[in-house]
Every structure is written in structure tokens, then in C-alpha cells.
């Protein structure tokens, strides 16, 4: 049962990858939003410029590590079961 429920929490898909990407924008944009506001000036700016470089670095990081996994799987498939 616990299987079930950790495999809720892990990202299998481009496409699940890109709904929290998504998600992660929309949170970081708004907090930017709020930084203009509390912080005006060119200061709120750099706030807002880097909760959005973030979401690139961290999006872009995802997107490598479902890469890399699909390859890595595919990779162990293709070698098949091991004998001795």
C-alpha cells in the first residue's frame, strides 16, 4: 500500500514534469508580484528576475532527471536479465 502512495509523489512523464513546472512559475511569478509591491524600485525587479530564474534552473533540472531516468531505464531493459 505504501507503494501505491510514494508513486503519487514521483514525476513519471514530460507532461506531469510540465504541470509542476507550470505550478512552480505561477507561485513564483506571484511571489515576484508581491516583491514589486513590498519592494519598489529596481530592487523588487532583481527579486522578481530571480524567483524567475529559478523556476528555470529547478524546471530545467526536472526535465534532465526524467530524461536521464526514461534513458537509464530503457538502457536496463535492453540488457535484459543477468545470468551468470
Not at 66 to 75: M, Q, S, V, W
Request: glycine share 10%.
Amino acid at each position: 500500500m505504501w507503494t501505491k502512495i510514494k508513486r503519487l509523489f514521483v514525476i513519471k512523464t514530460r507532461f506531469e514534469a510540465f504541470l509542476i513546472i507550470y505550478a512552480l512559475a505561477l507561485g513564483a511569478m506571484t511571489r515576484g508580484a508581491h516583491y514589486t509591491v513590498e519592494y519598489p524600485g529596481v530592487g523588487g525587479w532583481l527579486l522578481m528576475a530571480a524567483t524567475a530564474g529559478a523556476v528555470f534552473l529547478g524546471g530545467a533540472k526536472i526535465l534532465d532527471a526524467i530524461r536521464y531516468e526514461t534513458e537509464a531505464r530503457k538502457a536496463e531493459e535492453a540488457e535484459g536479465p543477468a545470468s551468470d
